[in-house]
């Protein structure tokens, strides 16, 4: 049952769509590599296609109708989108559903370290990443820092032809014989994952009194030269990093790839491919008759744990929210909203790579540029930790991809005890509901730079329309 390559069927107005939808999509992420700048972004996008919170909504006192679009943030690194439909919300929604953080390094809370005049940042990483591809590429800085006044200072520093870049040393290959002669999970280990910041001593005043020396820039002049400068440019002192949060990622804009420019490499399309398609749908969606819901989460890479993960509370209990303004009153009606709805959890898959062809089966891989992929399962060891949609759910599935046009294919996540993965599909089907996983297939997941069709994305984007509209 081969799927055939979506490009040979495109009209001329939909290549151009496909261009406008990629250009949208490479600037978004190129501009957010956190999951508080991807947060932030959707807000401004939804603002500006009529939405407003929830919050104001409720405060103002006016019951929710058919029609009506609002949204709510959950400590500004997750958010949900509602569009009400026509029909009741107890009959159930129509949910796409992705995650919008990625594998990255995270800086330490105690992080400023100088040895042998060298600075630098201490991290820990964040999410499943091979190491050793970390080294020696230009890194970026992203993120906040919150001060004990309330005041919070946002840092984004690498992106701008302008700014300085950072990085991670390795080692030479003249020296690097034992190195070399580790396994791959050992050539660099996680405390070597050390940013490097700064090079350049302060030069203490040889005649300067006792008094007026500075202790600490004496014992560390290149580390009193950072902080004086993250002084100077950020307002923010060495203590004012252990209530930091800050995020080491690649440095530089999402690009072009392949002479055909056909394919898409960028810093964190898992699972953003999957996110930007599935907001923009949202945000296309006209006059649906079941609810349609974008939900976008936090903390996937980690097993979507925390306040802000897939796991919190923030899902059920916006929805309680929103059926109380609508009139659906009462702990069954939400249970049944719940239990009814259809959801696609929304996740990139693996994209056969012929490079490394003996972990794929091929019959049952996805293939760049024959459109959006459907995991009627993932998980691993016996599909353990996974969904697994029911068949006729699937076939509610095809049925939707077939009536909207869209180009799909099926695929498992590699050959059988080759390893695995998840998403966040397990968690909804707790509620009763109807879900599987799809989305754009990767090829190089969890790099640095990760590479898309994009085909693929643009197929993505039209299978959540359809979703939305025909589920």
Not at 110 to 130: A, Q
Not at 149 to 155: A, F, K, L, R, Y
Not at 258 to 287: F, W
Request: proline share 4%.
């Amino acid at each position: 049952m081969e799927r055939p390559n979506a490009w040979k069927d495109y009209t001329p107005e939909q290549l151009d769509e496909l261009h406008y939808l990629c250009e949208g999509y490479k600037a978004f992420i190129s501009d957010n590599k956190t999951e508080r700048e991807c947060c932030a972004a959707a807000v401004t996008m939804a603002r500006e296609a009529g939405y407003v919170s929830l919050e104001e909504r409720r405060a103002s006192g006016e019951a929710l109708k058919p029609g009506d679009k609002v949204y709510a943030v959950n400590r500004g690194k997750s958010l949900i989108l509602l569009h009400l439909g026509t029909e009741p919300l107890e009959d159930g929604v129509n949910i796409l559903g992705a995650h919008i953080d990625s594998p990255r390094l995270d800086v330490k809370q105690d992080p400023v370290d100088e040895k042998n005049e060298l600075v630098t940042l201490d991290t820990h990483y964040y999410g499943g990443i091979k190491k050793y591809q970390w080294v020696t590429m230009p890194l970026a800085i992203h993120g906040v820092v919150a001060k004990k006044d309330g005041t919070v200072v946002s840092v984004a520093i690498g992106e701008d032809e302008a700014d300085p870049v950072f990085c991670v040393t390795d080692l030479l290959p003249h020296l690097g014989g034992k190195q070399m002669a580790k396994k791959a999970s050992e050539v660099i280990e996680g405390e070597m994952l050390d940013v490097l910041v700064g090079n350049r001593p302060i030069v203490v005043d040889a005649d300067a009194t006792d008094a007026e020396k500075d202790e600490d820039a004496e014992k560390s002049p290149v580390k009193a030269g950072v902080l004086a400068l993250l002084r100077e440019q950020l307002g923010i002192e060495e203590e004012d990093l252990l209530s930091a949060e800050l995020e080491v990622v690649p440095a530089g804009a999402a690009r072009d790839l392949g002479l055909d420019r056909s394919m898409i490499l960028g810093y964190g399309q898992d699972d953003r491919s999957c996110a930007y398609t599935s907001l923009v749908a949202q945000l296309d969606c006209e006059a649906p008759a079941r609810t349609a819901v974008c939900l976008l989460v936090d903390k996937e890479e980690i097993g979507s744990v925390g306040a802000t993960g897939m796991t919190s509370r923030f899902f059920e209990d916006t929805m309680a929210e929103v059926l109380e303004l609508a009139g659906e009153t009462g702990a069954l009606a939400l249970r049944r909203c719940l239990a009814r709805s259809n959801m696609l959890s929304s996740d990139v898959s693996a994209g056969f790579d012929p490079t490394f062809a003996s972990v794929f089966e091929p019959k049952n891989s996805c293939y760049l540029g024959h459109g959006l992929t459907f995991n009627k399962y993932t998980g691993s060891r016996g599909k353990s930790g996974s969904n697994d949609a029911d068949a006729e759910y699937v076939a509610t599935i095809r049925r939707v991809m077939d009536e909207g046009g869209v180009h799909f294919q099926t695929a498992e996540l590699g050959r059988v005890d080759e390893g695995g993965g998840g998403t966040i599909a397990y968690i909804l089907a707790t509620y009763g509901m109807n879900v599987i996983d799809c989305g754009v297939p990767v090829l190089s997941m969890h790099a640095p730079w990760e590479a898309t069709s994009k085909a693929d994305v643009y197929e993505a984007y039209r299978g959540y329309c359809a979703f939305l509209r025909l589920a």
